[in-house]
């Protein structure tokens, strides 16, 4: 199931329930689809030389 969320200028934003736990939102248009995550889990790495 893919319930449509937004639709504006020919891109459609939507969710898969049950695709996997991190939240995001899938975008459509006729030049193709992207993925987004809301809350993406971000590693931080401080290097010194």
């Known amino acids: ?3 449509t969320v937004f ?4 891109y459609k ?3 898969l329930s049950n695709e996997e736990e ?3 939102v ?3 248009c006729e030049d193709g689809e992207a993925k987004f995550w809301i809350e993406p889990i971000i ?3 401080l ?3």
């Open 22 to 24: 991190r939240i995001h």
């Open 7 to 10: 639709r504006e200028k020919g």
């Open 26 to 28: 899938h975008v459509s």
């Open 43 to 45: 590693l931080s790495t």
């Open 1 to 3: 199931m893919s319930p």
């Open 13 to 15: 934003f939507y969710f």
């Open 47 to 49: 290097t010194t030389d």
